[in-house]
């Protein structure tokens, strides 16, 4: 599928990854309709539109059902389709799992998996109907290793695996493809946010030996919109790391 003319609804779009994402969509001439908890830069909004193609936003946690809904009307109501829709929007709240809260478990999964499917089945229904679509969950390379503190975490980002290649089936027989990818140790807010100390740790971990970047997987999504014989795959980008 060419992005041309097509609208993405992108998650976790105000920074990081989800920034990138748009960003490269954009360039591809893309319509975005674009979520976040918060408000967006307006220097950001203002970067997006200058490719020449529409861009609204709709705030709001994916957590909860009606931010789903409210997308999906978004891009009917603005473009009058919803080609593709990209779920990057994610948590972390990290602690060891014998001493993690109920809460902090359920809060990771709330968000990342709940949130996804939230998200995805108002646009799932409508792509089978349409007979064409392209959704990209965000998962993560401890979804597929795990990682000590993360328990939380990477239960969600697993549990997004199986997510994907669930709708990848029900999908196909109607033309509609779903894929994850696994991101490695991507340069966000997050990765910034870690110690010099942990940062050399993982760092000796990657055979790449440096962390990745965020239009590192922007390029990966792209690649997942644009080639029509893939679904049902993880495609992991980390530096050789999983």
Do not use: C, W
């Amino acid at each position: 599928m060419k992005l041309t003319d097509k609208t993405a609804i992108i998650t976790g779009a105000s920074r990081g990854i989800g920034e990138a994402i748009a960003r490269n969509f954009a360039e591809a001439g893309a319509n975005l309709v674009l979520n976040a908890r918060h408000e967006f830069p307006t220097e950001l909004i203002k970067e997006l539109e200058a490719f020449g193609h529409g861009v609204v936003t709709v705030l709001g946690s994916v957590d909860d059902p009606a931010t789903g809904q409210q997308l999906v009307a978004t891009a009917l109501d603005k473009f009058g389709s919803a080609d593709i829709l990209v779920n990057n929007a994610g948590i972390t709240s990290d602690m060891l799992a014998m001493r993690m809260k109920p809460e902090d478990f359920a809060r990771v999964v709330s968000v990342n998996l709940d949130g996804t499917f939230y998200v995805s089945q108002p646009v799932f229904k409508k792509m089978l109907k349409a007979r064409t679509g392209v959704i990209i969950n965000l998962a993560s390379v401890v979804g597929l290793t795990g990682n000590i503190g993360q328990a939380n975490y990477a239960a969600s980002k697993a549990g997004i695996i199986g997510l994907t290649k669930t709708l990848a089936r029900e999908g196909a027989m109607r033309g509609v493809r779903v894929n994850a990818i696994a991101p490695g140790m991507i340069a966000t807010d997050m990765t910034a946010a870690l110690s010099q100390a942990s940062q050399d740790q993982i760092l000796a971990e990657i055979p790449l030996k440096r962390f990745g970047q965020p239009e590192e997987i922007a390029h990966a999504a792209r690649f997942l919109v644009e080639n029509a014989y893939i679904t049902g795959q993880t495609l992991t980008v980390a530096g050789g790391l999983g």
